[in-house]
């Protein structure tokens, strides 16, 4: 089952895919507002045949009442949408760029820790399975 994972921010919204093994960064998208950013999701959610999406739970903040229901959104696209815990996710990812691949340039930081925090989400949830 290939699975999407989401990384919610509110500037950009971070994507992954995984086929349940290994979770690929595929892109992000700019946040949009609600309709703009479902229309480019349900075009993400075809091309890669998605049945499952795993979207990161801040757990607390001003943001977690906008993901619910960005998650409520994204049910009417008939994809089952479950939350897992992104507390860190992309703090790691920006010290994963910063650390293993050696980027410095905050401009390109800022263009891959969206979709690396995402990796990171369905890495985790993953190992939970």
């Not at 979770?23 to 993400?44: A, F, H, T």
């Not at 739970?57 to 008939?78: H, Q, Y």
């Not at 650390?99 to 190992?127: F, H, T």
Request: glycine share 6%; hydrophobic share 40%.
């Amino acid at each position: 089952m290939r699975v999407l994972g989401i990384d919610y921010g509110l500037r950009r919204i971070g994507l992954a895919v995984t086929d349940g093994y290994y979770p690929s960064p595929i892109k992000y998208i700019v946040n949009k507002g609600p309709n703009k950013n479902l229309v480019q999701l349900q075009d993400i959610i075809k091309r890669h045949e998605i049945k499952r999406v795993v979207l990161g739970d801040p757990m607390r903040g001003v943001i977690s009442k906008e993901v619910k229901e960005f998650a409520d959104l994204l049910r009417c696209l008939w994809v089952e949408v479950v939350f897992h815990d992104e507390s860190y996710t992309s703090w790691e990812a920006e010290e994963y760029i910063k650390e293993k691949l050696g980027i410095k340039d905050p401009k390109k930081i800022a263009e891959m820790v969206d979709s690396i925090a995402a990796c990171m989400l369905l890495n985790s949830w993953l190992k939970t399975k």
